[in-house]
């Protein structure tokens, strides 16, 4: 264990070293990444015409100017690895340079998937082994963003080489994200390193001198409420490990997926932008529904996500079934979130707002960000909110509870 602990804030002092020599130019995710990732609606079947598809959309529906930017392959464009172990694309993605030429050309940014394993998670061909190779090929494609998942890497490489040791199979692991943290810092090229390991051994701890840009803090979403729920409650406690340049990330969005209702798809959206986590949407563009686009670009949302200081939201206070969440601003301005979170209309009613637990004066004057108009909030205010839905408000100017 002693071993470990030194061995651990060695790598973390080396990091830190390598970090600090990094032009400003090439640091990226000062916000959290906003764009759209393959796998939550397409999965398995994504194609290079998906890919271009969800780029096109993204411009014509507006939402490059709402501010997604990445356009993220994530598993099964993988083939196999030639005799000079260089890896193809399979038949599916016939010409990744010209991928991500056509992504590039629309103004927008892109992201692919491996695995620090020998297999990734579906079972495609992994980087290890091949880090450096594949980090070149990576930035001669034009790669700005890369999706780490270690699957593989934990039946065939810490299984292996520590069986039964969980603090060498950490160290091994957190090598083996160094290892491509350091291959991709090679290539010159700026590209977002995003950690994929589900949350495991503390990552929020130790990912950001490892080159973490972001990094998942649970398992996978799925579209239903009790999973997005017990996701967005997990984050509590984390928010002090969250900032420029590295975040963490709940999982994807799956706004307009699954069997969300429509005040559930505000709730997520809301969460996430309150939680300062990556807005990755992973639904099908081209045939998304207005209403479902009306909630991905809601700017005011999105530019709470998006603030400067990269304060996540902590979780302030619960009555019975609804809670209460907020978070600090840049310009000293604050996110108030009440969400009832209970399945029955009447589960916590009346539910009356305490602004003195928030630190805040009787009387505050604010925007609600889903009805656009202003709104005062007092104290002991009977709130009445229906099951599984949310109220947002932007208060620019607290006024703080007299002491
Ligand atoms: C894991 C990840 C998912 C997705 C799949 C792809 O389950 O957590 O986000 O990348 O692998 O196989």
Same mark, same amino acid.
């Not at 984390?238 to 969005?253: I, R, S, V």
């Not at 002991?380 to 002491?403: G, W, Y």
């Given at each position: 264990?002693?071993?470990?602990?030194?061995?651990?804030?060695? #790598?973390?002092?080396?990091?830190?070293?390598?970090?600090?020599?990094?032009?400003?130019?090439?640091?990226?995710?000062?916000? &959290?990444?906003?764009?759209?990732?393959?796998?939550?609606?397409?999965?398995?079947?994504? $194609?290079?015409?998906?890919?271009?598809?969800?780029?096109?959309?993204?411009?014509? $529906?507006?939402?490059?100017?709402?501010?997604? /930017?990445?356009?993220?392959?994530?598993?099964?464009?993988?083939?196999?690895?030639?005799?000079?172990?260089?890896?193809?694309?399979?038949? *599916?993605?016939?010409?990744?340079?010209?991928?991500?030429?056509?992504?590039?050309?629309?103004?927008?940014?892109?992201?692919?998937?491996?695995? &620090?394993?020998? *297999?990734?998670?579906?079972?495609? !061909?992994?980087?290890? %082994?091949?880090? @450096?190779?594949?980090?070149?090929?990576?930035?001669?494609?034009? /790669?700005?963003?890369?999706?780490?998942?270690?699957?593989?890497?934990?039946?065939?490489?810490?299984?292996?080489?520590?069986?039964?040791?969980?603090?060498?199979?950490?160290?091994?692991?957190?090598?083996?994200?160094?290892?491509?943290?350091?291959?991709?810092?090679?290539?010159?090229? &700026?590209?977002?390193?995003?950690?994929?390991?589900?949350?495991?051994?503390?990552?929020?701890?130790?990912?950001?001198?490892?080159?973490?840009?972001?990094?998942?803090?649970? %398992?996978?979403?799925?579209?239903?409420? +009790?999973?997005?729920?017990?996701?967005?409650?997990?984050?509590?406690?984390?928010?002090?490990?969250?900032?420029?340049?590295?975040?963490?990330?709940?999982?994807? #969005? !799956?706004?307009?997926?699954?069997?969300?209702?429509?005040?559930?798809?505000?709730?997520?959206?809301?969460?996430?932008?309150?939680?300062?986590?990556?807005?990755?949407?992973?639904?099908? #563009?081209?045939?998304?529904? &207005?209403?479902?686009?009306?909630?991905? $670009?809601?700017?005011?949302?999105?530019?709470?996500?998006?603030?400067?200081?990269?304060?996540?939201?902590?979780?302030?206070?619960?009555?019975? @079934?609804? !809670?209460?969440?907020?978070?600090?601003?840049?310009?000293?301005?604050?996110?108030?979130?009440?969400?009832?979170? %209970?399945?029955?209309?009447?589960?916590?009613?009346?539910?009356?707002?305490?602004?003195?637990?928030?630190? #805040?004066?009787?009387?505050?004057? %604010?925007? +609600?960000?889903?009805?656009?108009?202003?709104?005062?909030? $007092?104290?002991?205010?009977?709130? !009445?909110?229906?099951?599984?839905?949310?109220?947002?408000?932007?208060? +620019?100017?607290?006024?703080?509870?007299?002491?």
């Amino acid at each position: 264990m002693r071993f470990f602990v030194l061995s651990a804030a060695a #790598l973390a002092i080396g990091a830190l070293t390598a970090q600090s020599q990094t032009p400003v130019t090439s640091r990226v995710a000062q916000t &959290p990444p906003v764009g759209w990732n393959s796998w939550n609606y397409f999965a398995d079947k994504v $194609t290079d015409q998906n890919i271009r598809d969800s780029a096109d959309q993204i411009v014509s $529906t507006g939402m490059k100017d709402a501010g997604y /930017i990445f356009v993220n392959i994530d598993d099964t464009w993988e083939g196999e690895r030639d005799a000079n172990g260089v890896l193809h694309t399979n038949s *599916k993605f016939p010409d990744m340079k010209a991928l991500a030429d056509y992504v590039h050309s629309k103004g927008l940014k892109i992201g692919i998937y491996s695995s &620090p394993g020998p *297999k990734t998670c579906g079972g495609y !061909e992994g980087s290890l %082994g091949h880090e @450096e190779q594949d980090a070149k090929m990576y930035a001669a494609w034009g /790669i700005d963003y890369l999706k780490y998942d270690l699957c593989g890497f934990i039946p065939d490489v810490m299984m292996k080489q520590a069986p039964n040791d969980h603090a060498a199979q950490m160290r091994i692991m957190i090598a083996a994200y160094d290892k491509m943290n350091k291959a991709l810092k090679a290539t010159g090229r &700026p590209i977002v390193f995003s950690f994929c390991q589900y949350g495991w051994d503390s990552v929020w701890e130790w990912a950001p001198s490892v080159g973490g840009n972001l990094w998942r803090t649970t %398992g996978d979403i799925t579209p239903d409420w +009790d999973r997005m729920y017990a996701i967005l409650s997990q984050q509590e406690g984390l928010e002090k490990y969250a900032g420029p340049g590295h975040w963490n990330d709940p999982d994807m #969005l !799956e706004v307009g997926n699954g069997k969300l209702s429509l005040s559930e798809n505000r709730v997520h959206f809301s969460m996430w932008a309150m939680l300062a986590a990556p807005l990755l949407a992973g639904n099908d #563009l081209p045939h998304m529904k &207005p209403e479902i686009k009306a909630i991905l $670009t809601n700017k005011d949302v999105i530019a709470i996500d998006q603030d400067r200081l990269g304060k996540q939201a902590a979780r302030i206070y619960s009555d019975g @079934e609804v !809670e209460v969440w907020s978070r600090h601003l840049s310009g000293g301005a604050l996110a108030v979130a009440v969400i009832n979170v %209970g399945s029955d209309r009447y589960s916590t009613h009346p539910f009356h707002l305490n602004l003195h637990k928030l630190g #805040l004066g009787d009387s505050q004057t %604010g925007k +609600d960000l889903w009805t656009g108009k202003a709104v005062t909030l $007092t104290q002991n205010q009977p709130l !009445e909110l229906p099951s599984h839905d949310i109220l947002l408000v932007r208060i +620019d100017a607290p006024k703080a509870l007299a002491k």
